[in-house]
């Protein structure tokens, strides 16, 4: 594998297109002269969306190169893309439907293992309602399979419970969206890189996240007129090398640090008046909020020298072209919406938005995360509907042609960590898992697979390999996946692609639209004149109906359709006849979707996570502005102690994607990062007497984790550990034994949420670390 | 003025609801662990509730008012108890139905004490205490706004699975 992980660069100045730079990488043996195809889809490892096409010979997938036109990434691959194809072809993959009969899964045929779920649903449906059926999906499948899905479960079977794994990566991103523009919808485009001043990355890991993305910074640096970096990140991130300024606080103190940031911005009169008088409310709330944040504050509390503050807050104030991006180590960190909002309201103040090289990026850690989102199956409803406005219920229930009060509205749709909690109490008895691995990327792992194991709960899992959380289902569906078959997704900055159809999947694996389709047919679902509710029957049908529902709603498809997309490649969202070439940022007209009658919410208390009724959202924004809301800060649910003195933060590394299903079936990736490691500061792990390299066992309060030590440029008093590791490849696939060391991190992350977003928080857990064995120091 | 009978009965009133009300908030931390946002941020709210009572003390000793030492209406007294009693993890459900109405209805009452705080201290033009008002009084509608969005979010599903 290539030493630089994001390649040559290819410098430019702003206002210069990024140049051109085709990778391709193609199985050994194989060269271009051979490939008989190439076939369009977009990158599925991470949610840049980097436009690529399959190389195929004889029905195989032979490798992939980037498009050399695609507006997101002109021709570029990451290291995840360029290989993780060959886990498609790999001899694992799951052929047949299998349903567990005497404690072991047996193959069936596609109609016994669904005439068994529908059995079930109906029993169900018919002796407990539709309260006891839930769905937890994924950020992977593509926008027409989480239409149907939301379809199916909306307004088929009428369950408030339908979540994606989108809640553990990009549920903060929607909610701080909507708190602050009434709806959710990506402010800017990656092209503000091309022109911002300073780039602004808020718990960001770019360099691993979206390295594609990186490449794009790095060429930027590289050129004439480079932006300057400005990096909050408690580790030396590749990215905060690069940094002007690098600011490393302590883990769950981010909301304390944006406030004293803000608070500068406004001591120096930072703002932009004219735009905070015409298009804001809550501005006064936000500086008595922030009045007494001094930098000498947020230093305490942060552990961050008072002049990187004081500096990072005049780079904020003075640029005339300010770019700021957030993702996990807000999202998933102590007060988490709080923060991401603040990060929103930074750009705010300085009216920064609508703007060329301006703006705030929001990420999403998925490919696909973003049409969870927009298709209602990421706890909205779809089209960025409000749940609690009665006319957007009368919208969905024309559409779908069904009485209002099928449609569950009497309060948010159950976010996935609610939804385990009824599983665990029972009163949620199917749960259907589509394309996620519950049983290593969730918290508090121990609890998880006592809950997937209990008997009162009928697993369904949809998946391309015998994963951990197969491994406990009563019925596994094989399914097809990226390049074998053909539907729209769409990445964190709106770019919708078309992605299709290169091989036909193994065995008897089906694309999961075909099995949500059958399930439909199966249930004989019907709108209320009796005619079938689910209307399409492929997925450029599929694509029509829920083109349909996004009209006339910040994510308008209208203007697409798969022709369209054939001819383009990448084009943003909205796209409408009024727009047909797409839209490259949104609120250049300083027009948000946050008026009472369209926006997707009414708002929550930052930290309360309570709901904002429609007359007091009347009250304060009958005009549609942007709402500046603020937050105090309070310190970490749990913080380190005696018995645990460390902070454990977990996270992803450039090779993997996940809970490793398909990078660990790309030989060199899983070379490249074969087993767990922990990352902790020198002067730490000295302290404990572990050497580079040597074995170590994590514990928290929920479990104990062993894994080989790496000194890093962390904060020190914390422990990284990447996330991806489960069991699937160890000699005990079904996870550690209780008290016996166990390899994910999950084992030891803690359960609690954002109270707003209901996102997890995997970056703030009390740890500590013991040596394995006799330490470095007490050895001869 | 010497005599204010007026702010000792307001003051004693907040001060007897706000500390049924933490004693509710702790009821609440301490019989849900495994309803892990209830416990989390009814440990934020209860900081909320120390502070305000802290905060009431302080403006009482410089008006040189006595708080009652009675912790005003018992946690619970305010809550019918259900007719029969179901199934385990119904019962349980529905025991976080009761204690969230509970809270609501200490929080409704604590915040209508802030009211009589605040319309005193109005009437009287002291300034401190309607300062005092203007830093309480808001937590405590947002601890029962709270209360009141986890008992809408919550009861359907303990209601229909019962």
């Given at each position: 594998m290539k030493a630089d992980l994001w390649g040559e660069r290819t410098p430019f100045a702003p206002g210069e297109r990024w140049p051109v730079r085709v990778d391709q990488q193609l199985a050994?043996?194989?060269?271009?002269?051979?490939?008989q195809r190439w076939v369009p889809t977009a990158s599925l490892l991470h949610s840049n969306g980097d436009g690529m096409d399959i190389a195929v010979i004889d029905g195989r997938i032979v490798g992939v190169r980037g498009s050399a036109h695609d507006r997101v990434n002109r021709g570029r691959l990451d290291v995840k893309d360029r290989y993780a194809w060959q886990a498609n072809n790999s001899g694992d993959r799951l052929r047949t439907p299998m349903i567990r009969r005497n404690g072991r899964l047996e193959r069936v045929d596609w109609n016994s293992a669904m005439a068994k779920i529908v059995q079930r649903s109906q029993s169900l449906l018919a002796e407990e309602g539709p309260g006891s059926i839930g769905f937890y999906t994924t950020g992977q499948l593509f926008c027409e399979e989480y239409y149907t899905l939301a379809s199916i479960a909306r307004a088929g079977i009428g369950t408030n419970h339908l979540d994606g794994n989108t809640r553990l990566c990009t549920a903060t991103a929607g909610e701080a969206l909507k708190q602050s523009f009434g709806s959710d919808g990506q402010p800017a485009s990656y092209t503000d890189i091309d022109q911002a001043d300073v780039i602004a990355l808020f718990g960001h890991n770019v360099a691993e996240t979206q390295p594609v993305l990186w490449m794009r910074i790095l060429d930027r640096l590289a050129g004439t007129q480079p932006p300057r970096l400005l990096v909050v990140d408690p580790r030396r991130t590749p990215v905060a090398a690069k940094a002007k300024i690098h600011l490393a606080p302590r883990p769950g103190t981010n909301l304390a640090l944006l406030n004293a940031l803000l608070h500068e911005l406004i001591a120096h009169d930072w703002l932009d008046h004219a735009f905070l008088d015409q298009h804001t409310v809550g501005y006064s709330e936000l500086a008595a909020q922030v009045k007494d944040c001094t930098a000498q504050w947020a230093a305490g509390i942060c552990d961050v020298p008072v002049t990187l503050i004081e500096a990072a807050a005049e780079l904020l104030g003075t640029t005339d072209r300010l770019l700021a991006t957030v993702l996990q180590g807000v999202?998933?960190?102590?007060?988490a919406s709080a923060s991401a909002v603040q990060v929103n309201n930074l750009v705010v103040l300085r009216g920064m938005l609508g703007r060329p090289g301006c703006g705030v990026l929001q990420m999403n850690g998925q490919p696909t995360a973003q049409n969870t989102r927009e298709c209602g199956a990421n706890g909205d409803l779809p089209g960025f509907r409000n749940w609690d406005n009665p006319e957007h219920i009368a919208q969905l229930a024309k559409l779908w042609n069904v009485e209002e009060l099928k449609i569950p509205h009497y309060g948010p749709p159950t976010h996935a960590m609610q939804i385990f909690r009824y599983a665990e109490q029972g009163s949620i008895k199917l749960l259907w898992i589509s394309g996620t691995n519950p049983a290593v990327s969730l918290p508090e792992l121990a609890r998880i697979r006592a809950i997937l194991a209990k008997d009162s709960l009928f697993v369904v899992v949809q998946d391309l390999f015998l994963t951990e959380t197969a491994a406990l289902a009563d019925v596994v569906l094989p399914a097809a996946t990226w390049g074998e078959k053909t539907g729209v997704f769409t990445n964190a900055d709106r770019t919708v692609h078309l992605s299709e159809k290169a091989v036909d999947p193994p065995g008897d694996a089906r694309a999961d639209l075909d099995i949500f389709l059958h399930y439909a047919d199966a249930m004989g679902f019907t709108d209320k004149d009796g005619n079938p509710l689910i209307g399409w029957r492929d997925s450029e049908s599929a694509f029509e109906a829920w083109k349909r529902c996004s009209?006339?709603?910040?994510?308008?498809?209208?203007?697409?359709?798969y022709g369209l997309l054939r001819e383009r490649g990448g084009v943003q969202w909205p796209c409408t006849k009024d727009a047909p070439d797409g839209t490259e940022r949104l609120y250049a007209d300083y027009r948000f979707w946050a008026a009472p009658e369209v926006c997707e919410t009414y708002g929550r208390d930052l930290i309360t996570g309570a709901s904002v009724e429609q007359t007091e959202y009347r009250a304060l924004n009958p005009h549609g502005r942007v709402v500046i809301k603020a937050a105090e800060y309070l310190p970490p649910h749990e913080d380190a102690n005696a018995e645990y003195p460390m902070q454990l933060i977990t996270g992803r590394t450039i090779f993997h994607f996940h809970t490793r299903t398909k990078t660990a079936r790309a030989p060199e990736l899983n070379a490249a990062a074969p087993d767990v490691w922990a990352e902790l500061h020198a002067d730490d792990a000295r302290q404990l007497g572990i050497g580079e390299g040597e074995a170590v066992d994590v514990l928290s309060p929920r479990g104990r984790v062993r894994a080989t030590v790496r000194y890093r440029d962390v904060r020190p008093g914390v422990v990284f550990l990447p996330f991806h590791y489960g069991y699937w490849d160890t000699a005990d696939p079904s996870g550690p034994a209780p008290d016996d060391p166990g390899r994910a991190a999950n084992e030891l992350t803690i359960t609690d949420w954002d109270p707003v977003s209901k996102q997890p928080l995997f970056k703030t857990s009390a740890c500590r670390v013991e040596p394995v064995g006799p330490t470095a120091a007490a050895r001869p | 003025m010497k005599h204010d009978p007026g702010l000792g009965y307001a003051l004693r009133s907040v001060h007897n609801d706000e500390t049924a009300l933490v004693a509710q908030l702790i009821r609440l931390r301490d019989q849900h662990h495994d309803e892990h946002e209830i416990h989390h941020v009814t440990r934020d709210l209860l900081a909320w509730s120390h502070d305000n009572l802290a905060q009431i003390v302080q403006v009482a000793t410089r008006h040189q008012v006595q708080l009652s030492l009675s912790a005003g209406p018992a946690a619970g007294t305010l809550t019918p108890q259900p007719a029969t009693v179901a199934a385990e993890s119904s019962a349980v459900s529905l025991r976080l139905l009761e204690d969230l109405r509970t809270t609501y209805l200490l929080a409704s009452a604590a915040s209508l004490s802030w009211e009589l705080v605040a319309q005193h201290a109005k009437a009287r033009r002291q300034s401190d205490v309607l300062e005092l008002t203007g830093r309480c009084h808001p937590r405590t509608l947002r601890q029962l706004r709270w209360a009141n969005t986890m008992l809408k979010t919550q009861s359907p599903q303990a209601l229909t699975s019962l």
């Open positions: 050994a043996g194989v060269s271009e002269a051979d490939v999202y998933q960190s102590h007060q009209a006339g709603r910040p994510c308008d498809y209208t203007g697409f359709s | -």
